[in-house]
């Protein structure tokens, strides 16, 4: 097939193999160059509200997800100091108002599930152990250089993650910022929460300077937590050991059931949190930034994986649009399409950026500004707290 119709996606994440699926239901081919020799069960869980599961289910995955998410029944809020419920946020109706689902799922699941995906798809060819080492934009696109060969194609898309290689050649003057938290992560069987609960929501626990999410995974079958800290520790990474410890120490004066639940994880892993600029990076010639490559944020929105798969959902339409079966290809022509393709992400990605580096500080408040967040929480009431993200919920590509 003609270089003309070959778009090269670099790594293999979310939004990498959302990009390869979305653009060959276009009608591209589509190669993905990933720099590990195997996609790895490193991480844990993601939430997928309406705005990315629609995008998924429009590309087939449903059946995969149904077999491994969880549909959780609420969102509550828990002050971690008393242990109470500060509202709780039934989240049915966010999924029936927009036909798709919200999803929780383990990262791995979710990877495993596009993977299989891009498998059985002729027109995309996934390259494990390929990592992209340099890019040279041209007159009839780019040649991306990686694992020792050089491909041409069409235009480059950056889905690399919040370290991208591409970024560094392309804006090597814009990298992510430590934010001065670090999240820990676990896993524990589902039968081992404390008191036999079933748990079926996700489950927010607010304290001063931290907070846990928790919710069930892998259907229903194990539970993940993720505990957020201050800190100073920043190394990069996803999966550094973390010393049970010292987490167990930090959460010494909360509720007995959050120390229960950190208590009965073994295995701790730690990543520290870094941040892109707010608005991202997104073009340049012939080259699209894409997920985490553009706009790693902080998880507090819980939309990293959301705006990775919206951000591959707008790139292969715009491209279908303008260079489309049939249709032409300049590099200029191309420039163009990825230039407005950064002009319709970035004002939402920024706006949920925000909104996350919000969050994060509302979460953490202490002391009495702690008891004026839970009052006026419970004051909105669930219908109000969840209508105040229909923006994000309700977006359509
Ligand atoms: C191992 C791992 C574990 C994670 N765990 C969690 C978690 O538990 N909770 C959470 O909220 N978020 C987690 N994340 C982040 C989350 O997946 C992303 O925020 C979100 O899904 C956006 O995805 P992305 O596709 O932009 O980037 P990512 O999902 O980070 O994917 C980037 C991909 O690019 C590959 N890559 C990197 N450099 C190169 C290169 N030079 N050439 C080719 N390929 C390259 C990486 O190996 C990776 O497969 C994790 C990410 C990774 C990579």
């Known amino acids: 097939m003609a270089v003309s119709r070959t778009i090269i996606v670099a790594g293999a994440g979310i939004g990498g193999l959302t990009a390869a699926l979305a653009l060959a239901a276009k009608g591209f081919r589509v190669i993905v160059l990933e720099r590990t020799e195997r996609l790895d069960e490193v991480g844990a ?60 799922v383990h990262r791995a699941d979710l990877q495993a599930a596009l993977a ?32 020792g060969g050089q491909e041409p194609g069409l235009a480059l898309i950056s889905a690399d993650g919040i370290w991208s ?14 934010s001065g938290l670090i999240a820990w992560r676990g896993t524990i069987p589902a039968e081992a929460m404390p008191d036999g609960e079933r748990l079926r929501g996700v489950q927010l626990w607010l304290g001063p300077e931290a907070h846990l999410v928790v919710y069930p995974i892998s259907s229903g079958r194990r539970i993940n937590l993720v505990a957020v ?12 050991r973390g010393e049970p410890t010292e987490i167990v120490a930090r959460f010494a004066h909360w509720a007995g059931a959050a120390r229960a639940l950190i208590g009965t994880v073994e295995n701790w892993t730690r990543w520290a949190l870094f941040a892109m600029p707010d608005g991202g990076v997104w073009n340049q010639g012939p ?83 702690a008891i004026a967040r839970d009052v006026a929480m419970r004051a909105l009431g669930p219908d109000r707290l969840l209508a105040r993200q229909s923006w994000i919920y309700d977006w359509r590509p």
């Open 287 to 369: 080259i699209a930034m894409l997920g985490d490559a553009s706009h790693g944020m902080l998880p507090f929105a819980a939309q990293g994986a959301g705006m990775a798969i919206e951000d591959a959902a707008v790139l292969a339409a715009g491209l279908a649009a303008s260079h489309g079966e049939g249709r032409g290809g300049t590099a200029a022509e191309v420039a163009a399409t990825l230039q407005r393709y950064a002009a319709l992400r970035r004002p939402r990605v920024r706006r949920v950026q925000q909104l996350a580096r919000q969050n994060g500080v509302i979460y953490h408040l202490p002391g009495a500004a």
């Open 116 to 147: 299989a995906q891009v498998a059985a798809h002729p027109s995309i060819d996934l390259r494990l152990g390929c990592a992209v080492e340099d890019v040279a934009p041209h007159a009839n696109g780019v040649t991306v250089s990686a694992g």
């Open 45 to 104: 869980g993601l939430q997928l509200s309406p705005n990315a599961s629609r995008i998924l289910v429009e590309l087939g995955l449903q059946p995969r997800l149904d077999a491994c998410a969880v549909v959780p029944d609420a969102v509550t809020a828990i002050n971690a100091r008393s242990g109470r419920a500060i509202v709780r946020m039934p989240i049915g109706n966010v999924a029936v108002r927009n036909g798709a689902p919200y999803w929780v």
């Open 229 to 240: 800290v201050n800190g100073s520790w920043n190394q990069r990474g996803w999966s550094a």
């Open 165 to 178: 290689a591409v970024r560094g050649v392309a804006f090597p003057k814009t990298q992510p910022l430590f």
